[in-house]
């Protein structure tokens, strides 16, 4: 009996054992084959029904639960298998695969990526879109057929005489509207082939555009200050107007002046372009005497007594016929013993004996030998006054 009892409680455990390995195996198989459930809400939801096929890039993977109107929307619950992941954000479409109505959900974009839609989720309206009915485009044709016609925008016969205006306007234009659209294509394709500089062109503008942005408060100080000298010259027209008139009758006079004057003032040129000639061959001696006529000047005005209107001055021209008088007294200023002049002296000496028919060293500017020339004075002032006349 004992044994009995044991075999019993053996073959139950077995089965237990059995069952519960089965129902692993059965849950493992669900959870790896479950479903998740959605909502989404369009406005309409012509030929969709329960049990149509809810897909991605036209793969099934799920089906419609139910369709339920819900206000102004329609709800649209659907189920698909778990082990498609679709985005978070995915959008539902409705598509007519065909002219009949039979039609399916369609979930885009295809994953790749980042969060997946969890189960329950809820697509709303501005993430759904229904296909145009064939009924709308036929409504949509009569709407305009009935604004066009007798009761619309021809119920005058505006329309009719607008054809008829254009048809004559155009009629026997055709080569001329031809050539306007040739040369129309033509210009387009010359726009084509310059892209570059026209694109170059829009961003030197815009740089042009973000300059004057940057410098916003210098274009604006100058906008003002050109209003500003506007309006002067609007508050002083009257005396611009008589500045212009005035200065039309000073040009008259001018050119009548010339006129007049013509042969004059071809000589007076003519001058100036000799006087300009001889300034520009003696700009060496000119730039020396703009050198040195300030210390000129100035030597003249320490010179010039005011008491007796005299210029008080001593001129030693002597001393330049002794030349070693002349070195000694310089270099006695320049504080050098007089033993240097001295020797200076004895070198001087031994020179002039050397000289032949008993010419003496003379720094006398005034003293003349008998081959010196003689400076004289230029009559024509370099030429500015022409050549005398014998």
Known sequence: MAELRGSRFLRFGVFVLVVALVLGVVGIVLSRTGERRATAYFTKTVGLYKGSDVRVLGVPIGKVDKITPAGRVVRVDFSYDSKYKVPADAKALVVAPAIVSDRYLQLAPVYEHGPVLRDGATIPRSRTAVPVELGDIYKSLDDLDTALGPEGANKNGSLSRLLKVGADNLGGNGADIHQTIDQASKALATLNGGSNDLFGTVRNLSTFTAALKKNDAAVMAFNKDLAGMSQQLDGEKTELAA???????????????????????????????????????????????????????????????????????????????????????????????????DLIRQAVNSVVKKLPNGDTLSLDPHQKTADQPVNRVDPTLAGILGKKKP
Not at 268 to 287: M, Q, S
Not at 309 to 324: A, E, H, K, V, W
């Open 243 to 341: 500045a212009l008139k005035n200065l039309g009758i000073a040009l008259g006079k001018v050119n009548t002046f010339v006129k007049q004057n013509k042969a004059k003032l071809t000589k007076n040129v003519d001058g100036l372009v000799t006087v300009t000639n001889v300034l520009a061959r003696e700009r060496k001696a000119l730039a020396e005497f703009l050198t040195d006529a300030p210390d000129a000047l100035s030597n003249l005005q320490i010179a010039y007594n005011k008491d007796y209107g005299t210029l008080d001055n001593r001129n030693n021209f002597r001393q330049f016929n002794d030349p070693t008088m002349w070195l000694c007294s310089l270099l006695v200023s320049l504080h050098v013993p007089q033993s240097q002049c």
